[in-house]
């Protein structure tokens, strides 16, 4: 009975941890087409080369989705600095 009850606790410091990270962006510094596998190798402290080659081998086993996926990525995640994403900015409700 003391397991039921100590086990949400360990899981909701988990969780808070896991949506505290560090958020996505386009590399600017080692980026060799947009920049969206050096984001993601940085996002994950991975090195980028790894996830190019993880991509290209994706890419080639799904007979090219992972162009259109890539394409996609380059368009959705920002730059770091721009903060622009998808969506616009709030409306700070004063007339104008």
């Given at each position: 009975?003391?397991?039921?009850?100590?086990?949400?606790?360990?899981?909701?410091?988990?969780?808070?941890?896991?949506?505290?990270?560090?958020?996505?962006?386009?590399?600017?510094?080692?980026?060799?087409?947009?920049?969206?596998?050096?984001?993601?190798?940085?996002?994950?402290?991975?090195?980028?080369?790894?996830?190019?080659?993880?991509?290209?081998?994706?890419?080639?086993?799904?007979?090219?989705?992972?162009?259109?996926?890539?394409?996609?990525?380059?368009?959705?995640?920002?730059?770091?600095?721009?903060?622009?994403?998808?969506?616009?900015?709030?409306?700070s409700g004063e007339p104008g």
């Amino acid at each position: 009975m003391i397991r039921a009850s100590i086990l949400p606790i360990i899981f909701i410091g988990q969780r808070t941890k896991f949506f505290s990270m560090k958020r996505l962006y386009r590399s600017k510094k080692d980026r060799i087409l947009g920049g969206v596998c050096a984001g993601f190798g940085e996002h994950l402290d991975v090195d980028p080369n790894i996830i190019r080659l993880i991509w290209a081998a994706v890419t080639v086993l799904s007979f090219g989705l992972g162009i259109i996926v890539y394409i996609l990525a380059w368009i959705l995640i920002p730059e770091p600095g721009s903060d622009d994403g998808i969506l616009p900015p709030a409306d700070s409700g004063e007339p104008g």
